[in-house]
């Protein structure tokens, strides 16, 4: 059979190809078998985003079983990973700069308790002059509510890099 890549699956290539090329990485990928210890690094975060926005949704009532984007089937949380799709990249930027830091100290990247204690401190505390992830994820979340509450779109104010600080930090990943 052969393989069909879409859209999001060649951007996804692309965008982990130069990941992997900024952090010096050869031959990196999204793959359980990949051995840098990158991979760990990454889906502990985004099983932390994936909880914190859980943990969201239904503060506000919301049913993360029904997405938007995302197909619905077993134990899945559409709705979770609609709303946190966003936010991935500033996790991935939190990861690299971690990997940084760590490659200065030669350090083995793997999960222990100080990338633990540091993702918290990324997740919870105002960074950058940003308000906390929980914050902005929060405030995601009503808006959503509140569009779907008052069937009238203009409630909802999805998070945009571009109206935050957080605009063009791709840009300090691909710079030399």
């Not at 990941?19 to 990928?29: K, P, Q, T």
């Not at 999204?30 to 926005?53: F, H, I, Q, W």
């Not at 990861?95 to 990247?109: A, N, P």
């Not at 509140?146 to 998070?159: K, T």
């Amino acid at each position: 059979t052969q393989k069909t890549i879409t859209k999001e699956g060649a951007c996804a290539h692309l965008y982990w190809q130069i990941y992997s090329e900024v952090l010096r990485i050869d031959a990196f990928c999204r793959d359980p078998k990949e051995s840098s210890g990158v991979n760990s690094l990454l889906n502990y975060a985004y099983a932390m985003l994936l909880t914190l926005t859980l943990q969201r949704l239904l503060c506000v009532g919301l049913d993360p079983m029904y997405g938007i984007g995302h197909v619905i089937h077993e134990r899945a949380t559409p709705l979770a990973y609609d709303v946190m799709e966003p936010f991935r990249p500033l996790v991935d930027y939190w990861v690299f700069q971690w990997i940084q830091d760590q490659r200065k100290i030669e350090s083995i990247l793997e999960v222990n308790k100080p990338y633990k204690v540091y993702l918290r401190h990324c997740f919870s505390e105002d960074c950058r002059g940003l308000p906390s992830l929980s914050k902005l994820i929060h405030d995601v979340v009503k808006g959503l509510r509140e569009a779907m509450l008052d069937s009238d779109i203009r409630s909802y104010q999805p998070w945009l890099w571009r109206i935050t600080k957080w605009d063009g930090f791709l840009s300090v990943l691909t710079s030399p």
